[in-house]
């Protein structure tokens, strides 16, 4: 790793133990951190996070440069860093996993429940959204009506919502009971599967994104939990 690539032990201790830089220096002003090995005296010494140990209070603390969580977001919860009136995603985040710098990777209705990613990772966020990548993300919808083959066929050929603003082909399916669908987007407009569902004359009353790329939603988080997502899983989201 390069020089430039080094950074201060109370700043390392301050990211990954989601503390405080002054706590980080409190720990290492009362002797409670090594760094291979040898008691660290200097706030400001520099380590290479990826080949330094850097243990605290007798714990190991194994470097992440970045981490990703999947929450499985519920109503009345905005996608936002901070809001003075709602709760925000970021506050449903437990501690252990909470890093300066977090952010939800695109966003949800405030009464849309389902699959939000969260991460620190700005460049992975940026490849998800972009429109040139065309992600896909899935939706449970409960609607009002029963759909019709002419509404398949619409929102296949790229249906034309409210303004005239036209919308990529989706893929609409059929659930397992009338008025339950699925729906696949490649985009992300303003309320486009609501107003996309008042272009064929039909209205939302339930929405719960399910998948993003090739990740699913995991079926064992109760809404308002998360978890970390592994290698693999966040390789997945990007497909």
């Known amino acids: ?74 109503a009345g919860v905005i996608c936002a860093t901070r809001d003075r009136l709602s709760e925000t995603v970021l506050e449903l985040i437990p501690e252990e996993l909470r890093r300066e710098g977090l952010f939800p990777a695109g966003r949800l209705d405030k009464d849309t429940v389902g699959f939000v990613f969260i991460t620190d990772d700005g460049e992975l966020a940026h490849d998800i959204l972009s429109p040139k990548k065309h992600v896909e993300k899935k939706y449970f919808v409960v609607l009002e009506a029963p759909i019709t083959e002419n509404d398949i066929q619409a929102f296949a050929s790229g249906i034309t919502i409210d303004g ?56 064992s988080l109760a809404e308002g939990q998360c978890r970390e997502l592994t290698a693999e899983e966040v390789r997945m989201i990007k497909e």
């Open 164 to 219: 005239g603003e036209k919308c990529l082909p989706a893929k609409l399916e059929s659930g397992s009971k009338p008025g339950e669908v699925f729906i696949t987007l490649r985009e992300g407009k303003y309320h486009q599967i609501k107003r996309m569902a008042e272009a064929v004359e039909n209205r939302v009353l339930y929405l719960k994104r399910v998948r993003i790329g090739g990740l699913e939603l995991d079926g």
């Open 1 to 74: 790793m390069s020089k430039s690539n080094y950074i201060r032990l109370d700043r390392f201790l301050s990211n990954q133990l989601n503390i405080s830089r002054n706590d980080a220096k409190e720990l290492i002003k009362k002797r409670l951190v090594t760094v291979n090995g040898e008691t660290a005296r200097l706030f400001d010494m520099k380590i290479d996070p990826v080949s330094d140990t850097v243990v605290s209070e007798g714990k190991t603390i194994l470097y992440r440069k970045h981490i990703y969580i999947m929450l499985n977001k519920p």
